[in-house]
């Protein structure tokens, strides 16, 4: 069984930057690609950011390409999602996904792909 387990939200201005964290315990870290979605009131959980199990391919959903990038520390166990320039669109509860039925460079966008997930950090941008 994976756990993981998210950290970093909070209350930011716009304009403002959060780096949030998942780490990820259980199994080993390097057989997962792993993915950031976020689910806003009332909305339906979206694809944020993914990075696959090698670390050499990334993907963005356009809404925050070019503000946000994700990262992975093979020596910590852990992913990260460094947000920039965040507006209040961005307010949501975020969370980290892994997916193990996937190849080295691989990655997937769909929620449903992805086995396991944290229990989610509220991140909040003020006006």
């Known amino acids: 069984q994976v756990q993981l387990v998210e950290s970093g939200g909070g209350l930011v201005q716009t304009g403002g930057s959060l780096r949030l964290s998942c780490a990820v315990s259980g199994r080993t870290f390097s057989n997962y690609a792993m993915g950031w979605f976020r689910q806003a009131p009332g909305k339906e959980r979206e694809f944020v950011a993914a990075v696959s199990r090698s670390g050499r391919t990334t993907r963005y959903a356009d809404s925050v390409k070019g503000r946000v990038t994700i990262s992975r520390d093979y020596a910590k166990n852990t992913v990260y999602l460094q947000m920039n320039s965040l507006k209040p669109e961005d307010t949501a509860v975020y969370y980290c996904?892994?997916?193990?039925?996937?190849?080295?460079?691989?990655?997937?966008?769909?929620?449903?792909?992805?086995?396991?997930w944290g229990q989610g950090t509220q991140v909040t941008v003020s006006s």
């Open positions: 996904a892994a997916d193990s039925l996937i190849s080295e460079n691989s990655l997937n966008t769909l929620e449903t792909r992805y086995e396991y």
